[in-house]
Nanobody
Framework: QVQLVESGGGLVQAGGSLRLSCAAS????????MGWFRQAPGKEREFVGA????????NYADSVKGRFTISRDNGKNTVYLQMSSLKPEDTAVYYC????????????????WGQGTQVTVSS
């Protein structure tokens, strides 16, 4: 069992930056691939990015590529989502998720989820 807690969300102006954190506990964090997803009101949950268990591999949705960066610190059991050049369309609840094995873009592939943190980007 893995427990995930996101933090770092808030209100930011367009063009600004935020860093989200996801703290994990309860199991061997370093054996899990981690994903970030988001869900805007009235929309389905969508993939943002993912990072391999070692941190050596990452992949991103086209909508955030070049603006968002995922990293992890296995010593601190934490994964990060650095968001830059934020746009109003990035407004959503952001979730981190964990799965054993390789990173995936499909939310159904993830076994553990945090409660989410709200990110609001004003124009």
């Amino acid at each position: 069992q893995v427990q995930l807690v996101e933090s770092g969300g808030g209100l930011v102006q367009a063009g600004g930056s935020l860093r989200l954190s996801c703290a994990a506990s309860g199991h061997t964090f370093s054996s899990y691939a981690m994903g970030w997803f988001r869900q805007a009101p009235g929309k389905e949950r969508e993939f943002v990015g993912a990072i391999s268990w070692s941190g050596a591999g990452t992949n991103y949705a086209d909508s955030v590529k070049g603006r968002f960066t995922i990293s992890r610190d296995n010593g601190k059991n934490t994964v990060y989502l650095q968001m830059s050049s934020l746009k109003p369309e990035d407004t959503a609840v952001y979730y981190c998720a964990a799965r054993e094995g390789m990173r995936r873009t499909n939310s159904y592939a993830y076994d553990y989820w945090g409660q989410g943190t709200q990110v609001t980007v004003s124009s």
